[in-house]
Antibody, heavy 128, light 109 residues
Framework: QITLKESGPTLVKPAQTLTLTCTFS??????????VGWIRQTPGKALEWLGL???????RYNPSLKNRLTITKDTSKNQVVLRMTNMEPVDTATYYC????????????????????WGQGTLVAVSS | SYVLTQPPSVSVAPGQTARITCGGN??????VHWYQQKPGQAPVLVVY???DRPSGIPERFSGSNSGNTATLTISRVDAGDEADYYC????????????FGTGTKVTVL
């Protein structure tokens, strides 16, 4: 069974950097094709994809936030870390990490473009 | 940027069929995935690749996708289906991007 759980601060001040950790179990981020994504949900319920890290340390970021995001992984700890700089009140949201399935056949790797499952989410407020 | 438009709300009586649309430019050329989100919970995948269901999802959930509209259909709706539903696609041209729909609240009357 795959599970993920986000952890980090519930409140950050404007201009600060947010660091969130996703701790997962039930899969390995060293398995070919596998990824972990970050998605956030605003208080108005809109979902926004933030970024993604793959088993081979390849990373993809939402172009609109690319300059503020860094995603890293620690395979030995089964953790993925999201860093978002220069936080603003509009970044107030529930932040989710999610598993992204994939597989490799010989040297060819394939990914599925949906997220399943998701962590429970963590609410982050940005306020002075 | 690519936009996925959903109706804000859909109301349906128990036992009837709910249809939730997801509009996007030539969405029929993309694979569409659907998530269900109940209050206070994380989204759960209910349909992937237009019309496939993950294990554990009832057959009452089905999907279709053609032209500029994808549709999630929930047959024989019951109170447990009351939730927000989101469509999602992957945009591979140019920037690598995952896009979510605006979300639809399904209310069971």
């Amino acid at each position: 069974q795959i599970t993920l759980k986000e952890s980090g601060p519930t409140l950050v001040k404007p201009a600060q950097t947010l660091t969130l950790t996703c701790t997962f179990s039930g899969f390995s981020l060293s398995s070919g094709g596998v990824g972990v994504g970050w998605i956030r949900q605003t208080p108005g319920k809109a979902l926004e994809w933030l970024g993604l890290i793959y088993w081979n340390d390849d990373k993809r970021y939402n172009p609109s936030l690319k300059n503020r995001l860094t995603i890293t992984k620690d395979t030995s700890k089964n953790q993925v870390v999201l860093r978002m700089t220069n936080m603003e009140p509009v970044d107030t949201a529930t932040y989710y990490c999610a598993h992204k399935r994939g597989y490799c056949v010989s040297t060819d790797c394939y990914e599925y473009d949906w997220f399943d499952p998701w962590g429970q989410g963590t609410l982050v407020a940005v306020s002075s | 940027s690519y936009v996925l438009t959903q109706p804000p709300s859909v109301s349906v009586a128990p036992g009837q069929t709910a249809r939730i649309t997801c509009g996007g430019n030539n969405i029929g050329s993309k694979s569409v995935h659907w998530y269900q989100q109940k209050p206070g919970q994380a989204p759960v995948l209910v349909v992937y690749d237009d019309n496939d269901r993950p294990s554990g999802i009832p057959e009452r959930f089905s999907g279709s996708n053609s032209g500029n509209t994808a549709t999630l259909t929930i047959s024989r709706v019951d109170a447990g289906d009351e939730a927000d539903y989101y469509c999602q696609v992957w945009i591979s041209s140019g920037d690598h991007l995952y896009v979510f729909g605006t979300g639809t609240k399904v209310t069971v009357l």
